[in-house]
């Protein structure tokens, strides 16, 4: 066996640990979210836009690593579940700006308890998740200016 080919084993793979940890989050947030009629993808479209609102959809996408043809669709069911509308930007049309309607911004506050109900379930202190998404930020910025 050659030294390195262990490298190779599924159960060392940074990158099938960090894709499976992802998946176990994205299934703990789901009955979280079913509650307040959200999927994961809408949850994190609303928390940019509870931090700011009244945006273009490219900023969303900048903010969520997303393109726009994965963003359109998702928004659209959005607008259609009046939690936010699209409209053309007045200062250039080819720009869609999203805001949130009554509605979307109503449901910060059944959204309030979802992030420590998440740290409970994962049995880790918020000090220990706060480092751990440090580096994970860390890790992403460095691949991305490696691209």
Known sequence: MEPDSDLLCLDKQF???????SLAVTKAYKPLLAKIGLTYPQYLVMLVLWQQDDILVKDI???LFLDSGTLTPLLKRMENAALISRQRDTADERQVRITLTPDGKAL?????AIPVQLMCASGQSKDTLMQLRSQLV????????QL
């Open 138 to 145: 860390q890790i992403r910025n460095d691949l991305n200016t």
């Open 61 to 63: 996408g900048e903010a």
């Open 108 to 112: 910060k506050e059944a959204a309030r």
């Open 15 to 21: 990158c099938f640990s960090l894709y499976s940890a």
